[in-house]
């Protein structure tokens, strides 16, 4: 047998092995032949003998065993049974019988054309046999390399039907070789990918001979995608079967590094940093997007120059020190610098600088990663700032901030909420916490309160009172909304607004109006009545003494008529100014009600119940309104009319403080029958009787006990000035009914 | 000692009323000053005569009531009688207390007027007299020795003149001495009248 390499490469065997091996085999079959042989020519020898066959048929049918057995065993077997059948041939079958002698000398020569046909027909036998036996060793090799080969090889048909696909190829698509034969090539395609494909396909089997790749996704049988990339070259077969041989790479790592790489270049491009690479030459490589936008360079003219031109004069020492550390493989972690921009702009910078090398472990160059810290400076302070003025408008304004994590029950509180609870801003805020401050009567209700927005999410808005350690009581207006966190659980952010000093002020605020209200009534009243008593007692004070003085002058025993009639005459000053006094007052009341103007009443009185709201309520008074939409505009003086009403309806309060209860004050407003307004205050009250129902309008009447008696006689006044009727009536079974009516004071006003 | 005319000052703002108050005080007699603002008075130059002052309480600038305050505190004794229109009780007691001599209300009444005013001017009369009497102690007074003042001092407590000279160190005679000129000097016709005068003066007794 011949020295194989590819043989001993596939099966790992050396030369000398297989030799020796063959041989023992050889001597095996050798022995069996010849056991066979010698069994079979004996057999054929006595059946012959018997049937009485002559030389020639005998020895044809010895040439066919021997021929037969020569296929099993190798040349020498075949030789020595050849000599043995010539032997038995003499023996038995030449005349004499049994006797080496032979009678007649064609016999020998038919013996030695026997011996020499069986020899010729053995040795061909042997070496077709060996012929065959070499191919198959040959083709079976072939098919190791194949089956083997780490790649996929498959051939199609132009169908796309498989023909056949080595056992590498089907193992690494999770196949078996008889899975995949005769199904279409395409089943193990990613399904966008069998349009390429197929169009790959077409051209190599227009362009024979050819070889086309692409590179597509295959489908492995349990799902998973590969990239390949696919030779295929279309050829025509000797028996004129056109096949497509494939073969397949998987390059799923390169693929996938690719991508990696665009990743990284995407992102080098896109970032917000400099990035720069320099060379050992300290000439810039590569400039991204970032360091254009820092620097104000373009990549284009920036690359191939030194990286001195971005760096300031004083600093170009620092350079060959980094060079220095970056040759002993070093990374300059981030480190603060200034560098120039393209404006000669001096930006503060954090830079890393790393060392490049290439694959063998040499220091080509070294990239450097730049961050504008100018704005990230700016910022942070802007942040601290920003904060640092919240932090003051929530101490200046009272205003805390909490975020209140409903599921975990976390609370998270700023510094001025701490402040507004009186709690350490040490401790950890919790809802316990919390309520230990709510002011016990309250606490209930904020607990209930919590409780229905922590379930229904909904805004939080109210608010409730504080019982700090001290005994001292804050109100709080407590605001938040709902929101979901990350993980979708409910959250509350709100503020916590300490309105102490508000609620303290309204009710102040509240006390005084009260105040004012009745004051003001009183002292308007008292200052005008002081000031025309004044200004009346004034010539009142001369006119009696003048008088008096003339009496004097006249009484004398001598009368002094000149004098006398010197103080007749003041006396006449003295009342001229009286009636002066009068006039002016005349026409001080006559220039303000000058301030008239076109008003709906019902505003007018919404006015005035706002202004003594608290005193309504203070009182437990029901009060109700039936105002109609339809009333007129009235020509009047708002001031006055306001007067009015305040006047009936702090009239009807104090006199329903004499009553302990159904307290009841309508306000009423309608159209009247001549097209004016009638407004009419209805009381609960002890009512009136017919004695003051005669004298209430009186100047100076009054039932109560610290009262003037002025308010209802100016209220008829200011009435009957706008041109209306102020008049009352006691209502059934109780209380009073005061009426004014007004009339649209057209007349007036176009006058 | 001759005593000018007793004179009355009235300070009212409105002319009417005051020209009107001055023919009543004229037409019974009395001299009358009239002055229209507190100003106009202080700038004045007063008669030496017992008199008094109707002070309207509503004055333009400083009001009666303070004016009343100033006068006191610049030592002028003037009795005052306030007018006003509008006078309330807290304004009047205050008045009062302050020393005025009435608080009437306008219109005036004519009687009351004058009772008031005449009143003020007896009032005033009895002061001078009194202020008088003061003045003349205390030229007396002054012309004692200072140690006479001391034997003055212990004299009016009524303490035998052995004692005052053990006290001053003194003897009885020299002590004796001392008195009759005390007595001389300050034209006491007795002890009585010695102590009468130190009392006037405001002279308390030396401390033992």
Known sequence: MKFDPLRQAVLGETPGRAMKRDWRSKAWRSAAQLLLGGIGLALLTFVCFRLGLNLATTSFSFLILIALLSLMGGLFGSVVLSIIAVGTLNFF??????????????????????????VIVSSLTAKLSKVAEELRQGEAQWREVFEHNPAMYFIIDPG?????????????????????????????????????????????????????????????????????????????????????????????????????????????ASSEDAIISKGLDGRITSWNAGATRIF??????????????????????EEPEILTRLRRGERIESYETVRVAKDGRRIDMAVTVSPMFDKSGNLVGASKVGRDTTERQRRIEELRRSEAYLAEAQRISHTGSFGWNVATGEIAWSEETFRIFECDGALKPTMDLMLTRVHPDDRARVRQFLEHVSVNGEVL?????????????????????????????????????????????????????????????????????????????QPLTGLASSGNACLHWLSGETPNLQAARNSVERMINASNRAGEVISRIRAMVQKSSTSRDWLKINDTIFEVIALIRSEIQGNSILLRTELSNDVPLIYGDRIQLQQVILNLLMNAIEAMSAIGEHRELLVRSVKDDS???????????????????????EAFYTTKTHGMGMGLAISRTIIATHGGRLWATPDSPRGAIFRFTLPTGEDEASS | MTEGKPTVFVIDDDALVRSAIEDLLRSVGLQVETFGSTQEFLRSKRPDAPGCLVLDVRLPGLSGLEFQHTLIESGVHLPIIFISGHGDIPMSVRAMKLGAVEFLTKPLREQELLDVIQMGIERDRLRRQEAKVVAELRERFDSLTSREREVLSLVITGRPNKQIAFQLDLSEMTVKVHRSQIMRKMRAKSLVDLVRMADKLGISSMKT
């Not at chain 1, 005349?95 to 020499?116: C, H, N, V």
């Not at chain 1, 008889?178 to 494909?197: A, I, P």
């Not at chain 1, 990549?299 to 004083?314: D, L, M, S, V």
């Open chain 1, 296 to 317: 104000g360079y373009q990549a284009t003219e920036i690359i191939g120059q030194p990286i001195t031109r971005i760096i300031p004069p004083e600093l170009h020492a």
């Open chain 1, 93 to 118: 079958f030449t005349q004499p019988l049994f006797s080496l002698r032979m009678e007649y000398p064609q016999d020998i020569l038919a013996l030695i054309a026997f011996l020499t046909t069986s």
């Open chain 1, 461 to 537: 808005d109210f608010e409730h009172r504080l019982l700090m350690p001290g005994g001292s009581i804050k109100h709080l207006h407590v605001v938040a909304h709902a929101v979901k966190d990350a993980s979708d659980k409910l959250e509350f952010v709100g503020a916590v607004m300490d309105i102490t000093a508000i609620r303290r002020a309204e009710e102040e605020l509240n006390q005084v109006r009260a105040e004012l209200a009745r004051v003001a009534r009183v002292t308007t009243l008292g200052e005008l009545t002081a000031a025309i008593a004044h200004e009346v007692n």
């Open chain 1, 675 to 697: 097209n004016g307004v009638l407004v009419e205050v209805r009381d609960s009250g002890p009512g009136l009787d017919q004695t003051t129902l005669d004298r209430l309008f």
């Open chain 1, 160 to 268: 796309g039907t498989v023909l056949s696909v080595n056992a590498f190829g089907a193992a690494q698509l999770g196949y078996t070789v008889n899975e995949l034969v005769g199904q279409t090539v395409l089943n193990v395609f990613f399904e966008e990918d069998r349009e390429v494909v197929q169009k790959h396909f077409s051209v190599c089997l227009a362009n024979l001979g050819q070889s086309n790749s692409c590179e597509v996704r295959k489908i492995r049988k349990n799902g998973t995608v590969l990239w390949v990339r696919e030779n295929a070259k279309a050829l025509r077969r000797s028996d004129k079967q056109l096949n497509v041989l494939i073969v397949c790479e998987d390059i799923t790592e390169h693929y996938e590094a690719g991508i990696e790489l665009a990743r990284l270049g995407s992102i080098v």
